[in-house]
């Protein structure tokens, strides 16, 4: 009796083993890029609905909260106050909530030119209690990207005599 058991694959499973594993590769290199594009768009989203929020809280309080976009190491950080005293940023601790990675880039459009958050330093804003227009700021726009450049732009208008914001994507 002969024993006709070959051990090992056959030329045509390893090519099906290979391509399905190119298949799978290829799928979560595009899952990869789609998480990123959540992200920046999950910056965006949480700055301009805690826009509407402060602009509520400052027509029902006494003193008008100031809201912080800050930057610490390589992460972003969003922290709004009544108390004027306390900018985040510069201690030793975040505080906060967390809006943004290494992967986005933060920036505002401050007297017609664009400045880039770096690690320290905080863009903040007011409104008016009175009217609900911005106040102390000269912000007119927040961008949300990728950190690479590439990708959908986030771009959250402000209009300083309305108080009113809202997110353009480019």
Known sequence: MKNNRHKGFSM???ILVIGIMGIFTALSSIGFGYLQSGNVKSAARNIDATLTKLKLDTMKQTNSPTMYIYKKGSDYYMYCTAN???VP???????????GNRNVTISAQKGGSEKTLAS???????FKKGS???SSTDITHIYVKHSDGQGIIYDIEMVPET??????VN
Do not use: M, P
């Open 132 to 134: 609900g227009a911005f």
């Open 163 to 168: 108080g009113k914001h809202f997110i353009n």
């Open 12 to 14: 045509i499973e390893l």
């Open 84 to 86: 004027t005293f306390v």
């Open 89 to 99: 940023g510069e201690g030793s601790a975040a505080v906060g909530q967390k809006i």
């Open 120 to 126: 320290g330093e905080s863009f903040n804003i007011k």
